[in-house]
């Protein structure tokens, strides 16, 4: 039996949100915003058509929905049963196929290690208490050769500001106790537990995000958000 990596309260508050996860102006909002600059990325450093693809912590499905919808044949785990619940629901609405599992990354890791050809980890890994543990349990996931893409937020003054104080406190796009600065990483950070897990680190890209406009685009600044492609060695 793997123990999971998790939080219990921070379960249950994404699954306080999983009813409106598809709403594009509720809760999620902000998800509903970065999702295809996030997917762009993706599509752009692995070759999803007809591509095994993990993405591990699929919260609602929005980046599996948009993964399958570019050709890769997708397994979206989540410890949120809610959550699923809802991804699950929600592939009746767009015909799209994907293989939702309410499963932590060891549980999957040790039942296909090395059975994707790509793995995305999107704003999960400042969530959970070993971080070091995440990032070997998704590099195990990986073929020789495969990518993983993991995004996540800068422990700076800036992203204080724009992911906690902005977002949570004055625009109110996210409940209240969603992100706790200590367990922000540094790229830095998090380039060495690549390393340690064996992967190479081949790219840090910065993700800005207008909540005003509803604008986000990469850039070079990674002081808030960012995105990182890493591959295992053949």
């Known amino acids: 039996m793997q123990t999971a990596n998790v939080s219990p309260e921070e379960i249950a508050r994404f699954e306080r949100l999983a009813s409106r996860w598809w709403d594009p102006d509720g809760e999620s909002r ?5 999702n295809p600059v996030r997917a762009d990325f993706v599509a752009a450093r692995v070759a999803l058509r007809g591509a095994r693809v993990a993405d591990v912590g699929c919260g609602g499905g929005l980046l599996s929905e948009a993964l399958a919808r570019a050709g890769a044949t997708v397994v979206g785990i989540d410890l ?17 196929e994907v293989d939702y599992r309410v499963c932590g990354s060891a549980e999957l890791a040790a039942a296909e290690p090395e059975g994707f050809d790509a793995v995305c980890c999107m704003e999960l890994i400042e969530h959970v208490p070993d971080p070091a543990a995440l990032v070997a349990d998704l590099a195990r996931l990986l073929k020789p050769g495969a990518r993983l893409v993991l995004s996540t937020l800068n422990r700076t003054p800036a992203s204080f500001a724009a992911a906690i104080v902005g977002a949570e406190y004055l625009l ?11 367990q922000f ?24 995000y207008n909540p005003l406009t509803r604008q986000a685009r990469l850039v070079e600044n990674t002081a808030v958000n960012y995105l990182l492609c890493a591959r295992k060695p053949a």
Do not use: F, N
């Open 30 to 34: 902000p998800l509903h915003d970065l």
């Open 172 to 182: 109110r796009l996210l409940p209240r106790g969603t992100h706790h600065y200590a």
């Open 185 to 208: 990483l540094r790229p830095s950070e998090l380039a060495a537990l690549l390393r340690r897990a064996g992967l190479e680190l081949e790219e840090v890209e910065g993700l800005s």
């Open 80 to 96: 949120g049963a809610a959550l699923i619940d809802v991804a699950r629901l929600h592939l009746h609405e767009s015909g799209l």
